[in-house]
């Protein structure tokens, strides 16, 4: 006999409880001895029901979710980039693979030591490849599972690369030469000694190589016998070239300058001193000059510099027209400071240009102007000269005879020779010729009327009576003496 009455027919499952009564004692002792009363137990409370399917659908719900969601961050199943699995994982993930894929990759070239991707400087884009990876093959497109695989184009810094192989492979190298720049003292110019190419392991074979274990899934390529290409060097001839013409452009021009005036040349081979040649990282050559070089001769500078003014002496016509300078002016002028020349001038010759425009103050001249005139007096067979409306000068002169006469008139001297040989035709009392002439080595001829001109004479003394075929004869020294003092351009009078 049981402790506790039970009742074997409920049914845990149902909505109601198995009996609403309540349950029976049946003794202190639980047993039936007959000596106890009999007293009802208090009523149990009533069961809820046990809903076991619906407890055990929400996991299985929830996991069904998660796979779902996480379909929209994973790529899809079986894809690879760059021969690096990358199904089920994030872009992010996969994007950390394909790096890592990349930087334990190895090449060995020639027999030499093995070179990573990291020292040939080895680049993709590992990131971007994952994120097009999924854009293209998200894990909840089951169209794209097991896909082709995803090629991925590796690049390499060819300097780097260049760099490593040398050291990994040197009985495959050569090492290229330079081109030299230097000053020839000979030529005063800069001459260039031309670059000559080296040899080296072909970085497009490396590349490739790289390429093809990253396709294969690989981690280690060999090159036995890679393809050789020529390897430039750091400074080309036609960049050497480049900066000889800029420091030979700089030799000729180089100098003080006061505007458009080299009042101070430099010498091409002191030029050439203050500089001092270097290579720039690129290769380039780089120029730069000692501003203690040059101050010794900016210390020079006003004694070659400062000038006073000199006044201008011209000659004019009665309308004070300009026709000559006696003596050109020249403004005066006086360097303001030497201080900073130097500096100023190195920072130049750094940049290409050896023009140096010199901080100058500069005074005016003043002019004189003198109008001049020459009067011929046919009936005192006189010339006398005039500047500025007084006589300066007057002496006797040989004019035109009778048949060949001195016309009259103004004119102005057009044209003036040192010496000349006269082709001419005697003339009769009345014009007829009588022949033609030839006067040899005529000096100071001064022509103002077609064929008539001021001239020294040789042949005769005739002063102060008519004895030419038309011209002013007058002894040489005067004629030499009148030449000096006159003009293209000075009036002349011809009158009785």
């Known amino acids: 006999m049981t402790d506790v009455v039970t009742r ?23 047993h039936d001895d007959g000596g106890g009363e009999a007293q ?30 996480a379909s929209f961050m994973l790529i899809a199943p079986g894809t690879t980039v760059a021969g690096v ?21 190895e090449i060995v070239v020639g027999g030499g030591q093995s070179v990573s991707a990291a020292d040939l400087g080895a680049q993709l ?25 995803v090629p991925a184009t590796v690049t390499i810094d060819p300097a780097l690369t ?19 720049l230097t000053f020839d003292p000979a030529s005063q110019t800069y001459v260039v000694t031309p670059a000559v190419d080296g040899e080296g392991v072909d970085p497009a074979a490396v590349e490739a190589g790289l390429q093809q274990a990253l396709d294969d899934g690989a981690t280690t390529v060999v090159l036995d016998e890679p393809a050789l290409a020529p390897v430039a060097p750091l ?21 003080f300058y006061v505007g458009e005036e080299r009042t101070v040349p430099i010498d091409r081979a002191v030029l050439a001193s203050w500089i001092t040649l270097s290579t720039g990282e690129d290769g380039t050559v780089e120029f730069t000059a000692d501003p203690a070089a040059i101050q010794p001769v900016v210390d020079t500078l006003p004694g070659l510099v400062d000038r006073a003014a000199v006044d201008a002496t011209v000659i004019t016509n009665t309308a004070g027209e300009h ?24 920072d130049q010759l750094a940049d290409g240009n050896a023009v140096y425009a010199l901080p100058v103050k500069e005074t005016e001249f003043q002019t004189t102007a003198l109008a001049r005139t020459i009067d011929v007096n046919l009936s005192a067979q006189r010339v006398t000269l005039y500047e500025n409306g007084a006589a300066v000068d007057s002496w006797l002169v040989s004019t035109g005879k009778q048949g060949a006469p001195t016309y009259t008139g103004n004119y102005t001297i057009n044209s003036m020779y040192p010496m000349q040989t006269l082709y001419g035709t005697y003339r009769g009392p009345n014009g007829e010729p009588r022949g033609p002439y030839v006067q040899p080595d005529v000096k100071w001829m001064m022509y103002f009327n077609g064929g008539q001109a001021f001239h020294g004479v040789y042949w005769h003394s005739k002063w102060g009576t008519p004895s030419s075929h038309g011209c002013v004869g007058m002894p040489e020294w005067r004629a030499a003496q009148l030449y000096d003092w006159a003009a293209p351009g000075v009036e002349v009078s011809i009158h009785y």
């Open 235 to 255: 400074t080309t001839t036609e960049s050497a070239q480049g900066s000889a013409d800029v420091l030979n452009a700089m030799l000729d021009t180089a100098g």
């Open 162 to 180: 260049a760099a490593a192989l040398q050291t990994a492979a040197p009985d495959l190298y050569t090492v290229p030469t330079d081109a030299a």
């Open 323 to 346: 026709l000559w300078d006696i003596q050109a002016g020249q403004a005066g002028r006086a360097l303001e400071t030497t201080d900073g020349i130097a500096a100023g001038f190195a």
């Open 85 to 105: 699995p990358v199904g089920l994982l994030t872009p992010g993930a996969a994007g950390q693979a394909i790096a890592e894929r990349l930087e334990s990759t």
């Open 125 to 149: 884009d590992a990131r971007e490849m994952a994120t097009a990876a999924f854009e293209t093959r998200p894990a909840w497109n089951v169209t794209q599972w097991f896909g082709d695989p």
């Open 40 to 69: 009802w137990a208090p009523a149990e409370p009533a069961r809820k029901k046990r809903r076991l399917g619906l407890w055990i659908g929400i996991p299985v719900g929830v996991a069904a979710l998660g796979a779902v969601a």
């Open 8 to 30: 074997t027919d409920i049914d845990e499952s149902d909505d109601a409880t198995a009996d609403d009564s309540p349950t029976l004692a049946l003794g202190a002792t639980g």
